[in-house]
């Protein structure tokens, strides 16, 4: 299976902390994608890096890639009690363009 | 924004019954999905849809139909519910990207829980 397999399955933390994330995949992506889920609710899409890319920042997310390890780590600084979600990276199937595989997720819970 | 919105959040069916699970997007997005989610095994692809009555399988697609007439919605039909269709199940939309590249996100709906007496 190419299934992106997050690390840590839980991880609970203080507010004002950083969160770090990690993904792995098995085999050759054209992009990977962090998509955060909010209990009962749908996915919402945080950040896409590209395969050529090394690491990438939105607001207080930083996202790297290691395709030579094919990882990637989702870094969530200065982290808040509404950071509280599950956290899912999603790679692509290489020539299925439409074909996307979601790991299980990291369960981020910040305490307030 | 992106609007994905699935018919019901919570739905309860008995087994044997034919289960029709609705989405509709408003952004005009080519390409279409349903997933489920079940504790432990992360999203999983039942189907997906690249344009008006195209389909194609996903990697779950037993005990699954999908339709899609109008390029907004796509449904979702459990032929004959059993138990362990109980799950979770999130509809997605995406534009299509550039040829050759998969850089679109997907655009969820928040989902219906499904439960299977």
């Known amino acids: 299976s190419q299934q992106g397999e997050e690390d840590p399955q839980a991880l609970s933390i203080q507010e004002g902390e950083n969160a770090t994330m990690n993904c792995s995949y098995k085999t050759s992506i054209n992009n990977l994608q962090w998509y955060r889920q909010n209990s009962g609710r749908g996915l919402v899409h945080l950040i896409l890096?590209?395969?050529?890319?090394r690491e990438k920042h939105s607001g207080r997310l930083r996202v790297t890639l290691d395709t030579s390890k094919k990882s990637s780590s989702l870094l969530i600084t200065a982290s808040r009690a509404a950071d509280t979600a599950s956290y899912f990276c999603?790679?692509?199937?290489?020539?299925?363009?439409?074909?996307?595989?979601f790991g299980s997720g990291t369960k981020l819970n910040v305490k307030p | 924004d992106v609007k994905v919105t699935q018919s019901s959040r919570y739905l309860v069916k008995r087994t044997g019954e034919k289960v029709f699970l609705e989405c509709v997007q408003d952004m005009d997005h080519e390409n279409m999905f349903w997933y489920r989610q079940d504790p432990g095994l992360g999203l999983r692809l039942i189907y997906f849809s690249y344009d008006v009555k195209m389909k194609e399988k996903g990697d779950i697609p037993e005990g699954y139909s999908v339709s899609r007439e109008k390029k907004e919605r796509f449904s979702l039909i459990l032929e004959s519910a059993s138990t362990n269709q109980t799950s979770m199940y999130l509809c997605?939309?995406?534009?299509?990207?550039?040829?050759?590249?998969?850089?679109?996100?997907?655009?969820f709906g928040d989902g219906t829980r499904l439960s299977i007496l």
């Open positions: 999603a790679t692509d199937a290489g020539l299925n363009f439409n074909k996307f595989y």
């Open positions: 890096i590209r395969s050529n890319e």
């Open positions: 997605a939309s995406r534009r299509t990207g550039m040829k050759g590249v998969s850089n679109q996100p997907q655009h």
